[in-house]
């Protein structure tokens, strides 16, 4: 097993929870758009699938003054 950090913008991680989810149109970009700074979002590899596991965790930002959106 393998634990890979990658650190991007809210674009690339909504469309790929989009493609997680199936979610094939225009509503991938919505992902990006309600994703707060510095989030972590973890996605699991199968030995079929990338699955979404959590999105949009900021439970690491404990002042809500912290807690901005992109």
Partial sequence: ???????T???PI???AALTLE???GRALQFAGV??????NTFRRTPTEIR?????NVA???EPALRTFR
């Fill in 35 to 40: 994703m707060h700074n510095s989030a972590l």
């Fill in 14 to 16: 909504g469309i790929a």
């Fill in 1 to 7: 097993e393998e634990h890979i950090a990658v650190f």
């Fill in 23 to 25: 979610v094939r149109d």
């Fill in 52 to 56: 979404l596991f959590t999105f949009n």
């Fill in 9 to 11: 913008s809210a674009t």
């Fill in 60 to 62: 690491h930002l404990t």
